[in-house]
């Protein structure tokens, strides 16, 4: 039996503000059924990988 499709899938995504780039190739796959933490210091990029997620922002890159 093969493994179910990503519910969520990101691949060599990046997030540039200007010249500051904030997500460096983010690779992300998340399963129907499955739960994942996020965890990082502030400035880390979790509220901006979310925004990604959730199309409130563009990719810059992927």
Known sequence: ???????IALGDV?????RT???RGLNLEVRRGERHAVIG????GKSTMFNL???RLH???G
């Open 1 to 7: 039996m093969s493994a179910p499709e990503p519910a």
């Open 14 to 18: 990046r997030k540039r503000f200007g």
């Open 21 to 23: 780039e904030i997500i």
């Open 41 to 44: 210091r502030y400035g880390a």
């Open 53 to 55: 997620i959730s199309g």
């Open 59 to 61: 990719p810059s890159a």
